[in-house]
């Protein structure tokens, strides 16, 4: 058999993740397989290093979501995902009520601040946050171990979704253990930016980029072709319709004795001032005690790479004023990071794309414009391209939908 050159573009969660995939297919010993990454900093500099780390069966779209799931579950299996990158099962709710005046409304202004939602509640029936439940109305729909929110604050809690369906990933672990496990099973790591698919005859026929030593530009050969550069994947193929959202979070640390109980909420929090105002942070507590929040989305240009994307402070201050507003253990926690990435969205709708894209060249496949879902969905997408590269055919999931021929 003829050795598969296989070039997989982007050090994110959806390429390591891909490398890991084909490292381990019963082929892969007939495969040279290169996962190439433009930041000097390494892989998951981007939003899957910086994403909440939401595994959810209810996520969308349906077509890609339960594979993922099962997918997730088996890795943590296999390689003690629990210790290695906070795999976990959560309780997962929307929590509505009101914030309490924490710092001068003058310190909250200023701030790009945003308002595209980032769409995660998409996945549910209906798609949009479950309907407050009217006995949850004076409080009490908060479960009995939640203790980190005011109960005096509160107007409902309603779970999003039954026991078992949703967990969690610390993401830059997650990506970065599929990047180190990718390695270990022979998988090569190049650093550059790349400039050019190469093609000749309708087919690929390797990646040329920018050699961040030399400053000159080398290629790889390759008769296989992954595209998984999320947001930056337009700078490559300017064929795909991907747009970008930027997305600002901080992590807080709880004082020392303070545990942070396993709840992802998806909050609305109502400005004690301006009744009429709300805000609508995610806050994810994670296994190591930190608590992860995150604010709406903004059309910030996207920068040349991951390692040039500025950082909006008072957006990250924002974020801590409403989540500090409804919990006084994370409004006496230390922020220890602020921090924002962008997310890839197919900008005519749908998504994300998975597949081979075929009319632009031979053995170019795509993997890319999962939105806030690229946690969740990085298993089954990897698990699909890796069937599709080395079986010629997607076994595990009827992804149709997703083919790239669809958008483009």
Known sequence: ???????????????????????????????????????????????????????????????????????????????????????????????????????????????????????????????????????????????????????????????????????????????TSMFKLAKENGVNYVRGKVTEIVQRNGSVTGVEYLNPETQEKETIPATHIVLAAGAWSPSIVTELPISATRAHSITIRPKDGVTISPYVLFTEISDPQSPSTSSSPEIYARPDNEVYACGPGDDSLLPPTVDDVIIDQPSCDLIHAHVTSISQQLREGTVEKRQACYLPTVSIGGGPIIGEASHIAKGLFIGTGHTCWGISNAPGTARALAELIMDGKIKCANLRKLDPSVVL
């Open 1 to 175: 058999m003829a050795t598969q050159e296989i070039v997989v573009i982007g050090g994110g969660i959806i390429g390591c993740t891909t490398a890991y995939y084909l490292s381990r297919h019963p082929s892969a010993s007939s495969a040279k397989i290169t996962l190439i990454e433009a930041s000097e900093h390494g892989p998951a500099q981007g939003a899957s290093g910086k994403a909440g780390g939401l595994v959810a069966r209810w996520a969308y779209p349906k077509e890609i979501v339960d594979v993922s799931f099962d997918e997730h579950v088996k890795l943590a299996e296999e390689h003690d995902g629990k210790d290695r990158w906070g795999w976990r099962y959560v309780g997962c709710g929307s929590w509505e009520g009101r914030g309490e005046v924490v710092i001068p409304p003058e310190e909250q202004e200023g701030g790009v601040g945003g308002n595209k939602s980032l769409e995660k509640t998409l996945g549910l029936p209906g798609g949009q946050k479950p309907s407050p439940s009217r006995k949850s109305r004076k409080g009490s729909g908060l479960p009995g171990d939640l203790l980190w929110v005011k109960e005096e604050l509160t107007d409902s809690y309603t779970p999003m979704a039954k026991g078992g369906s949703t967990a969690q990933v610390h993401p830059y672990l997650f990506t």
